[in-house]
Structures are given as structure tokens and as C-alpha cells.
């Protein structure tokens, strides 16, 4: 519903609005922060590209070469969150997530209501629709067969196979229940075919299967396949043939597999053996109906190619180079008779070079780096990429090892070899209307979309997309934010000392550097906040590169190492230190091993040392006098310790392990008994006995029980079933106890998202429904009736007792209501309307009293308020502004506890209404004792009742208006229309 208290913030802004503060002003650069535009396609004479603004998130937008027709196609997920999934150490790519079928582009895309979905689109914003509503649905490409799409969606630690005819309806499931740790590494078509690979779990090999679209005709081609390197590579479709490379591992050997398939079966083309040692990089590439396949070992500095025509007796090696001292490897380019590619020279320099196909001659075309400089790690960055403009026309970009990032121009010949100076950075580029269109950088609005002639001369700034600054430095991406005694401590970078610990003094109204751990612009990272006694206890990088871990009181003489202990970089993440016996535990690895220690004071004790045992931990809770945590390594399974060496141990071999919580002196969580089995609710008091499942929920499948809390002796939870998708259930302990609680989106329709998966490592993100918070005993939550979209829903545990408080965002689109936080009898929280963008709300448990507390940004855009704290009943807050960025907020009290002077009230009414000359207006139960009438734009407007409470609204303009009454000291509103 509209909120009036919205429209009173905008009519009185010093009532309410001049309650804000901003508290820092803190960036660690100038400039804006870009949009990033990237993954450029052409669909009907338009050219689309994913970008990301402060308004919209990470969305597609389209473009017809103009700059006033260039906007965003949709905003999919209305606000600021973003629609196209962004995993970490991946960006999505449009031609993946994106296909063509029957001149109609479809894509993946996530509304945040119903999760990764199909949608399709003509180009423009009205035909751009969601087509699918597929319950515990993850698609993460689409692939063209024929007349259908195909596509792989997770599951848990099972990969199922989908197809669409681009209908909901004709989007049905293929086959299920196919065992991966991960999700699939390769999707293609051949022969009207799909065709994919995906690892197996525990065996680090792969499977390659195909599938013409009926469950019968999905089965593996090739199983137990090792990688090239760190998967399976070389995928080219050719001759109606797949090719694609494997390796073959014995103890003393390794080979090269060459396979092909026609989607029926599998042959081994050629057997090559090689060293050991691990292929780093490699391609493939299509020239003169001949296939090359290329090789690079970073170690050796070896590079070497291999061509084939799909025979034994065709495969054969064509160029292999070992240099003597390090040099940049590119992709395999062509000119359309000739193979193209950087390697080494006769000089050991690296050079752009052209290998003749029928008489396999290399020649130099230029020398581009003389002594280029080897980076420490290779990874598949640090390449040179060769990439096509259009036909006869070449950018070669430079490796990220380069102190600076280079771009040459090229046509294949030495003479029209030559740099780009005029442009200092390129990201990604396209070709359309005989312009290049791409990605550019300056300091002042970061990476933004830029145009230029084919040999990019005369680049010009095309469309500032995101013009956002910089503000906190989020840390990791996990902004660090707590409270202590009268102060918020923070990690922070001001662009001079680092990201490193701050804080804000509310009795001084101040905020500072607390101390610069890692002196100068390095970064300490100040991360694993956690509260105690009076202090922060908190990891740290030192000078030395070391994590140690820090005490502070707030105060730069009160911020010290608790202990000269020196642990690996990567020893501490998210929920590795805990409260247990008036300790803090925490896992980190020392020497190569991994080990349970307790900081007891000013000092860090040793309580089990795991040896080599690999200790992946993600979450450590305590329950009861024990202390539990799981490992997500290989080696897996659910551990417990009592804070002793020998109470500290495996209690039982589990996977995919999430959701630890305490509840009744015990700890549930999901979990599956093998890898890649069902995932189902399990509870362990410690013992291997007592490490049980509590209910096998989804009977043949996994119900994948997530959301776990403990609220009024109940455990409650969302978990999916087939008969009515995700739900919420709760559980005393016992099977027989464990039910659903409610079925709020009727039908297989959930009423909660899964949560998004990463791809890249097979981990759960956490997403932003949900998000229990207590008060005046009942839980909040978010959910999504159907109806309503996600919005703000309580339950006191009984069915009955689970409503929807507050339809805040009218329509089927929710506000999606976020980071809910309670404090003395309120709770507030962010949410977003049409009107208003996300901002901070308020409830007291009512719709009448659900209300939007702030606006810090007028209008529709969003100031996105998060880490909502309290300081003697002060409220603080994070926002964001386009010209400070995410900035320390406080509202203060006097607008607080004042929201409730400006009620509608039901009391009043106003009659008739619309009315066209004479409104009249009455109480039931108060004298009204004066009244005046606001217009939208926040003026009084003259009015004089007569006797009988009837007022004269003839003379005013068509629109809405409030009635504003004062009686018996209440203020009261009523809206009215004045035809």
C-alpha cells in the first residue's frame, strides 16, 4: 500500500528529515565508481551489454548506437540489487547466460521474488517478460538444440537436465539426480544434440554425457576423464563431431588424450604422452577445415601446438618452443588461412608470429615485449588475448603481468602492427555500426562505456552509466561493523593508510583511524569482528604479511597483538572465532598444519593440533557445554570439541554440510550422507550416536532444509518438498514433530528463494529474504505469498499465528524487507517501494504501524541503509549517496520514537471522497478542534470550516491531498481526491 507516511516526509522535511546525520566522510579514492560495461552481443540490429548503476544493480541494457537510446533493458530486479547473477571471481557472460531461438533472445535473469529464471525479450522494455516460475531452479547457461533450449540446473550435489520450447509450460525436466560437486564445466550441441561434462565427486575426474531431450536418451558418452589441467578443454564442434582434450595420469606418466564424439559415442583420436608437469593454458581454433589445439607449461616456459583433421594419422605436433627465459603466450588466432598466436622469438623475446598451415613456417610479424616481466603465479589472466574487430582488423591486449597494460592495433602485417597510446585502458570491446564500443577507464568516472573508429582514433565518452562515488571500502566484500561500549568500530580506507580499523565516538560525535596496523597504503584487512569483555578481538595482516589476532578498546594504546603467533594468510574467514567457556576459539593453520586454539586473555593456547588434516571451516557454534563446526574440504564430516585435546574430534562423516544452529543443548543442520545423496535435516548432541537425520523430508530427492532457527522451543526452518516447494516447517527433535508449518505460496510455488549458488566454488551466497529477527515474541521474516511479493510476515510458531504484517510495496512485487533489527519494542529495517527506492523502515508489529522512517535520498533512488545499530537509543546506519557513497548515518532519537504523531486514523472520516466541491469531515470519538488541507507539494493551503465541518475544495486543482485534523493534542491524516 502507499504509505503516508512517505508523503508526510516529503511535506514535512524538518519535522523528521533534518534528523539525519552524516557521520563520515571517508573514500579511498576519488572518481565515481563505473559501470563496467561488458559482454557485448547483437540481437535484431541492437547491441546489448550487462552494466551495473547504483540505481539498477547489474542489469542488461540495450543500445542502437545513439546516447539518448541507450538505457537499461529492464530492470529485472527492481532497485539497486542486481538481476544478473555475479559470483565471486566471476562475471557473468552474455553469451552464456543468453541464447537465440526463433528471433527471440532469452536469457537468465533473477527478480529477486522467484530466484534465476528464464526470460525473453524483443529488445524493447514492454516485451521483455519472465517465461519460466520453476521452483529450486539454477540454470547458469542456455545452449540452442534445435527448436528447444537446454540447460543444466543445481541441485544440492546433483546436476539436473532441463529443456524450454520458450514457454512455461514447455520448460520440463529431462533428467535429475546426476552426482556433481560442481556445476557443469561444459555445455554444447552437436549433431541435434546436447552435449555436457561435469566432475565427478570425490574422484577429481569428469563424466561427458549427451541428451536428445528424453530421459532415456540422456546417458554418459565418456566417464572418468581427467582434465588438462584443471578441467576438461579444447571443446570445438567440427565436421559434426565434438573434439575436446582430456588427460591420462599413471603413476610414472602422463598423456594427452585427443577424443572426438559424435553424440552416440566416443573415440580416442590420438594418445600423446607428455610429463607431468600441469598444462596451464591452452586453445583450440578452427583453420583451413583443420583443427590446432595449443599448450603452455608456465614452469618450463613451454609452448607447443598440435593440429589434426580428425584422424590418427592427421594429429600431429606443429610448433613447440621452450624458451630460455619467460615470454607471453596468447590465444590462437587466424587471418582466415594462417594461425596466429604470440610466442617467443629467436631472440627469447615474445613476438606476434604467423605459422603457415601447409608448410607449418613460422614467421615474425612484430616483436611486441623484449623482456617481459614473469608474474609469481600464472593464472589465465596474465596471457595475451588476440581478439577480432571485424575481418582484417585486431586488438591484442596485453597480459595483467605487465606493469602496464598495454593494447596494440593490428592487421597481421609489420607495418600496420603497432600501440595503442592515445587510449590507456580497454576492457571489453565490440563491433556494431562500424564503430568499436568499449569499455574504458579514466580515474575520474572509472570504467564506462566509450566509442571510437575501427582503428581507435578519436575515443569518446559514450554514456556515463554510473556516476556513484566511492566511499567505506568494503573489506573483502564484508563490510566489518560492530558496536562497542558508546563507539561503532569499522574497517575503513581513506586512501592513505589502507583498509584498517576506525571509529566512530558518539559521546564526541567524532570518527578516526583507531590505529594503522600495517603502516602506509597496505592494507591490514581487519577482519572476524567479534565482542568481548569490553574489547573487539579481530584478525589482522602485519607488516610481515602475517594474520595475527588484535585486541582494541577503541583507542590506538588499547589496540595490540594479543599474541606474537604467526598464521598462514588464508587462516581465518567468516565465522571462524566463537565465544565457548569464556573463551574465544578459533581453527588457523601454523607450519603446515591446522589447529584448535583458545585466546584466554592476553594469550592463545593450543587446545588440538589436526596435523595435516585439512580444515576448511565455515561456521563453529556453540551448544550446550560443546562447541561444533564443520569441515568443508574433501575430507569433510561433522567435529565437536568440549575445549579439550581429547574432546576435540570427527563425530561423523557427513557432506554438504550448512546451517549449523543450537537448539535444545544440541545442533541441527542439513546434511547428506554421501556425497551427492539426499540432503535432509540431521541433529548431534555430540556422540556418533547421537548424530542422527531427524527426517528423511523429500522421500526420493533432497528437501534441502535451510533458514534453521531456534524460537520459542521450537527449531523452525524452510525446506522443499515437491508438493509445495520451499516452505516453512518446524521440528521439536523428533521425526514425528517435524511438519510444515505453513503453506503460505499455495501450490509448489515457494514462498522462499534457495539460496544463490556459486559456481565457481561450489559454496551457497547467502540471499537477502528471510532474515529472522525477535520481537515482543514473535519472529519476523520475509516471504512471498503469490500475492504480495516478498514482504514482512510474523509467526508466533503456530500456524495460525503466521501473518503477513505489512503489504509495504502494493502489488506483486514485494519491498523484499532486509537486515530486520529490533530494538526496544520496534523493529526497523530496509525495503523498497516504486516510490522511494530502499530505505529504513519501521513496525511495531502492524500494518498500521509499518512505516518508512527516512528518505536520505528523495525520490525513487535508493540510499540502501544496512548494519542498523543503536547507541543509548540513538540510531546508526550505513547509506549511500551519489556524491559520498556509503557513508556512517544517525537519525536521532527525537525521530524515532516520534512516528507515531502522524497516523491515519479510522476514526476520521472524510466524505465524499473523491469530492469535486464540498468535503466534509467528522470523528467519532474527538472534537476536532482544527484542520488544514497539504497539496503534494508540501503547502498549507487556506481553509475555513463552516459550522457543520464542511469545507469549500471547489476552487482547487484536480489531485490528492491530505486532510490534516488536530484533536485532543493527536494529529490526525486523511487522504483525499479532489476531481
Do not use: C
Not at 575481418?391 to 597481421?412: A, E, R
Not at 585435546?645 to 557432506?655: A, P, T, V
Not at 537448539?663 to 546434511?671: E, I, L, M, T
Not at 522462499?752 to 514473535?778: A, C, Q
Amino acid at each position: 500500500m502507499k504509505r503516508l507516511f512517505l508523503l508526510l516526509l516529503f511535506l514535512f522535511p524538518y519535522t523528521v528529515l533534518q534528523a539525519q546525520q552524516q557521520l563520515t566522510e571517508i573514500t579511498y579514492r576519488d572518481g565515481n565508481g563505473g559501470s563496467s560495461p561488458e559482454n557485448f552481443i547483437e540481437f535484431n540490429g541492437l547491441m546489448f551489454f550487462i552494466a551495473n548503476s547504483k540505481s539498477e544493480g547489474k542489469e542488461i541494457w540495450v543500445s542502437d548506437g545513439t546516447k539518448e537510446n541507450t538505457q537499461v533493458l529492464k530492470d529485472v530486479y527492481p532497485g539497486p540489487e542486481s538481476s544478473i547473477f555475479d559470483y565471486f571471481l566471476s562475471s557473468p557472460i552474455l553469451e552464456q547466460i543468453s541464447a537465440v531461438l526463433n528471433n527471440k533472445l532469452y536469457f537468465i535473469a533473477n527478480d529477486g521474488q522467484n530466484g534465476p529464471q528464464i526470460w525473453v525479450t524483443d529488445g524493447t522494455r514492454q516485451e521483455t517478460k519472465r517465461i519460466t516460475n520453476v521452483p529450486n531452479f539454477h540454470p547458469s547457461r542456455l545452449t540452442v538444440v534445435g527448436e528447444n533450449l537446454f540447460m543444466i540446473s543445481k541441485k544440492g550435489d546433483l546436476l539436473e537436465v532441463w529443456k524450454s520450447d520458450g514457454t512455461n509450460d514447455g520448460t520440463v525436466l529431462v533428467k535429475g539426480d546426476i552426482p556433481s560437486n560442481r556445476v557443469a564445466v561444459i555445455e554444447s550441441s552437436v549433431n541435434n544434440l546436447f552435449v555436457f561434462a561435469h566432475s565427478i565427486p570425490m574422484a577429481g575426474g569428469y563424466n561427458v554425457w549427451r541428451s536428445d531431450g528424453s530421459e532415456a536418451g540422456t546417458f554418459p558418452i565418456l566417464q572418468n576423464l581427467q582434465g588438462s589441467a584443471s578441467g576438461l578443454s579444447h571443446f570445438i564442434e567440427f565436421q559434426n563431431e565434438l573434439y575436446f582434450v582430456a588427460r591420462k595420469n599413471t603413476q610414472d606418466s602422463s598423456s594427452l588424450l585427443f577424443l572426438k564424439s559424435n553424440g552416440l559415442n566416443a573415440i580416442v583420436i590420438k594418445e600423446v604422452n607428455i610429463d607431468q608437469e600441469w598444462i596451464d593454458f591452452e586453445d583450440v581454433i578452427k583453420v583451413n577445415n583443420k583443427l590446432y589445439f595449443s599448450f603452455y607449461k608456465f614452469e618450463s616456459n613451454h609452448f607447443f601446438i598440435w593440429e589434426s583433421d580428425g584422424t590418427a594419422q592427421g594429429t600431429r605436433k606443429v610448433h613447440d618452443e621452450t624458451g630460455g627465459k619467460y615470454f607471453i603466450p596468447s590465444n590462437l588466432s587466424t587471418d582466415g588461412n594462417h594461425l596466429i598466436f604470440t610466442s617467443k622469438n629467436i631472440n627469447e623475446e615474445t613476438a606476434l608470429l604467423r605459422l603457415k598451415p601447409d608448410t607449418y613456417e613460422l614467421e615474425e610479424i612484430k616483436t611486441l615485449v623484449t623482456d617481459p616481466v614473469k608474474p609469481y603465479f600464472f593464472s589465465r589472466f596474465d596471457i595475451n588475448d588476440i581478439q577480432k574487430i571485424k575481418l582484417g582488423s585486431y586488438l591484442i591486449s596485453f597480459g595483467n603481468s605487465q606493469d602496464q597494460k598495454k593494447y596494440w592495433k593490428t592487421d597481421f602485417s609489420t607495418a600496420n602492427t603497432s600501440p595503442i597510446t592515445n587510449i590507456p585502458v580497454i576492457g571489453a570491446f565490440f563491433h556494431y555500426k562500424n564503430q568499436v564500443y568499449f569499455s574504458g577507464y579514466s580515474e575520474a568516472i572509472g570504467y564506462e562505456l566509450w566509442n571510437a573508429n575501427l582503428d581507435f582514433t578519436n575515443p569518446q565518452l559514450f554514456a556515463d552509466i554510473n556516476t556513484s562515488r566511492y566511499g567505506l571500502q568494503k573489506n573483502f566484500g564484508r563490510f566489518q561493523f560492530t558496536e562497542l561500549n558508546d563507539k561503532l568500530l569499522f574497517s575503513a580506507d581513506d586512501g592513505v593508510h589502507g583498509n584498517e580499523l576506525w571509529t566512530y565516538n558518539s559521546s564526541t560525535n567524532t570518527s578516526h583511524l583507531v590505529k594503522d596496523i600495517f603502516i602506509g597504503e597496505n592494507s591490514s584487512g581487519p577482519s572476524n569482528f567479534i565482542s568481548y569483555n569490553n574489547s573487539l578481538y579481530f584478525t589482522a595482516n602485519n607488516e610481515n604479511g602475517a594474520r595475527r589476532v588484535w585486541k582494541s578498546d577503541g583507542t590506538e594504546a588499547g589496540t595490540t597483538m594479543i599474541n606474537d603467533l604467526s598464521v598462514g594468510f588464508n587462516a581465518f574467514t567468516r565465522n571462524h572465532m566463537t565465544f565457548f567457556q569464556n573463551k574465544i576459539l578459533f581453527i588457523s593453520e601454523q607450519g603446515g598444519n591446522h589447529v584448535l586454539f583458545a585466546i584466554n586473555g592476553e594469550n592463545i593456547e593450543m587446545i588440538k593440533n589436526f596435523g595435516e588434516y585439512i580444515m576448511n571451516i565455515e561456521e563453529m557454534v556453540v551448544s550446550g557445554n560443546k562447541v561444533f563446526f564443520y569441515n568443508l574440504s574433501s575430507q569433510g564430516g561433522i567435529w565437536v570439541s568440549d575445549g579439550t585435546e581429547m574432546g576435540s574430534f570427527k563425530i561423523k562423516d557427513l557432506y554438504s554440510i550448512r546451517e549449523l544452529t543450537a537448539f535444545n543443548g544440541k545442533v541441527f543442520f542439513s546434511a547428506a550422507k554421501e556425497q551427492g545423496g539426499e540432503i535432509e535435516l540431521w541433529q548431534s548432541d555430540g556422540t556418533l550416536e547421537g548424530t542422527k537425520m531427524v527426517k528423511d523430508i523429500g522421500m526420493g530427492y533432497s528437501s534441502e532444509p535451510d533458514d534453521l532457527v531456534s524460537f520459542n522451543e521450537k527449531l523452525i526452518f524452510t525446506t522443499y518438498t515437491e508438493e509445495t516447494g520451499r516452505e516453512f516447517w518446524v521440528s521439536d527433535g523428533t521425526a514425528e514433530s517435524t511438519v510444515q508449518l505453513i503453506d503460505i505460496n499455495p501450490g509448489r510455488k515457494a514462498s522462499v528463494l534457495t539460496k544463490d549458488y556459486n559456481i565457481i566454488t561450489s559454496l551457497y551466497r547467502p540471499k537477502v529474504v528471510v532474515g529472522y529477527t525477535e520481537l515482543n515474541g514473535f519472529l519476523y521474516f520475509t516471504a512471498n505469498d503469490g500475492v504480495h511479493g516478498t514482504e514482512l510476515w510474523r509467526t508466533d510458531g503456530t500456524p495460525a499465528g503466521t501473518t503477513l504484517v505489512s503489504d509495504i510495496n502494493e502489488g506483486a512485487y514485494g519491498s523484499i524487507p532486509r537486515d530486520l533489527t529490533s530494538h526496544e519494542g520496534k523493529l526497523y529495517f530496509s525495503a523498497y517501494t516504486e516510490e522511494s527506492g530502499v530505505e529504513l523502515w519501521i513496525s511495531e508489529g502492524t500494518d498500521a504501524t509499518t512505516l518508512q522512517l527516512y528518505d536520505v535520498i528523495r525520490g525513487p533512488e535508493s540510499s540502501l541503509p544496512s548494519h542498523i545499530s543503536f547507541i543509548n537509543d540513538e540510531i546508526y546506519f550505513i547509506a549511500e549517496t551519489e556524491n559520498h557513497g556509503r557513508q556512517l548515518w544517525k537519525g536521532g532519537e527525537d525521530s524515532v520514537t516520534g512516528i507515531e504523531d502522524w497516523l491515519e486514523d479510522d476514526g476520521l472520516k472524510v466524505y465524499p471522497n473523491p469530492t469535486s466541491e464540498y468535503l466534509m469531515f467528522e470523528h467519532s470519538d474527538w472534537r476536532i478542534q482544527q484542520v488544514k488541507i497539504v497539496n503534494m507539494q508540501g503547502q498549507t493551503l487556506s481553509v475555513q470550516p463552516d459550522a457543520t465541518n464542511k469545507i469549500y475544495v471547489g476552487n482547487l486543482p484536480s489531485g490528492m491531498y491530505l486532510l490534516i485534523a488536530e484533536a485532543d493534542d493527536q494529529k490526525l491524516v486523511k487522504k483525499f481526491i479532489k476531481e
